[in-house]
């Protein structure tokens, strides 16, 4: 009698305990960088399911590429992971329209998600008025800088075409690089470029215009930004010395030239910080960040380009929605959490956009950093900001801006016909209501 008491203990005792201790699964797939993982792994995963009782998040790591596949397979099949992180903005429009996303307009009330996140970014993720994604990072291009190299040949950064040019001119007569930079691994990077010159030569107000559509691409001021862009390029040699030497290299290469002084500069996205800190930051030599130069009169005032580099949504068929909900509610509402996890990446992942004050930056980090997101948040709080083409271009039109750059740059077609057929494909979006969300300037 006494061993079959303690035998029906035991077992209430398991079922008590399952039935109270067990949490449901919620799933997230993210891409999977080797340095980055073990971090998201301990101060998100862990430190989420640490904080509550009632769900088990699993984040599900794959390389990028395949992840991609996969994920828009699962997705048309009616499965897939319960958070749903893409690369930006054009991959939320696709998995949108074929109504994979589940509105997120009530909970964001709910929780005063409008109230936390930077406007413009909350607004990259309204497609036909509702919510449907919130921003895992946002980043943007700047120039960076051998600081050390700049002073002791008592050099100046550049603001303007004219200083560019200068100075362009003095580090190439020192048998260096004026920028490294290839786009060897991903081909895109010739986005970054071309963003950069029509944002700075065109100016941020003519970029929108043509996003909206009340200015043409194939408006004089456009070509005459890639006209400037092909030269620097192609005739100057601006980029790791030559087109050639340019398609050849990659992260890695760009990075250990900037390091060990083969340029003096070197244009590209935030998502950097780290890395640089990581190179040139052990070299004894001291990197500096500024805006990108003003290209032109059109473009006088410093600006930042802003641009979504990831994004979260909840899959509208996730087997555990109440717990992707609650996943993503404590994000945001743990101020602490990101800027932790973000300061672990100086600042070149997981920058969720929220709203943050001088105060909230953290001390920790490279003050190169921390002097970024003081001047980010004052220039583009004043409103001024361009536009990353990953963010606000429509799908083909994004890829045609970097694919048809090659073209270009090989003297096959005039900037003219490319921007003629540019165009035509941002009025195929349009017609098409293919578009993406672009927040109002004041």
Known sequence: ????????????????????????????????????????????????????????????FEDNETR???LRTAMIAGMGPDIVETPGPSYVKEYHAANMLLNLDTIA?????????????????????????IPKTHESMV??????????????????????????????????????YGSDGWQPTHEHLAGIYLNNYAGPEAVYEAIIGERKWTDPVFVEALELLRKHMVD???????????????????????????????TIGTWTFQATQLGIGSSGDEWGWAPLPSLSSNSTDPNFMIAIGTTMSINANAKNQEGAVDVLNWI???????????SDFEFGEFVVPLKLSDSDIPKDIAPQVQNYLSEYARITGDGNYGYCTWTFWPADAGVHIWKDMEVVWAGDISVE??????????????????????????
């Open 109 to 133: 009330e709910e929780n005063g998600w409008k109230d936390k996140i930077i406007p413009w970014a909350y607004s990259s993720g309204v497609f036909d008025g509702s919510l449907y994604a």
């Open 417 to 442: 016909d490319y921007l003629y057929d540019h165009q035509k494909l941002w009025d195929k979006a349009r017609k098409n209501g293919d578009t993406l969300p672009v927040p109002l300037r004041d």
């Open 236 to 266: 100057d040699g601006y980029w790791s010395g030559s087109l050639e030497n340019y398609y050849a290299i990659g992260w890695d290469d760009f990075h250990a030239q900037f390091a060990s002084r083969g340029a003096a500069m070197m």
């Open 1 to 60: 009698m006494i061993k079959a008491l303690s035998s029906f203990v035991i077992t209430l005792t398991i079922v008590f305990s399952s039935s109270v201790f067990s949490k449901t699964i919620v799933t997230w797939s993210m891409e999977s960088q080797a340095e980055r993982d073990p971090i998201f792994v301990e101060k998100l995963q862990n430190a989420y399911n640490n904080a509550q009782d009632n769900y088990e998040l699993v984040i599900e």
């Open 332 to 342: 945001m509402a743990n101020k602490d959490v990101v800027l932790d996890i973000a």
């Open 68 to 70: 991609l596949t996969s």
């Open 143 to 180: 120039m960076l800088y051998n600081k050390t190299l700049f002073e002791e040949n008592g050099w100046t950064v550049p603001t303007t075409l004219e200083e560019l040019e200068d100075v362009a001119g003095k580090i190439k007569a020192m048998g260096m690089d004026v920028y490294t």
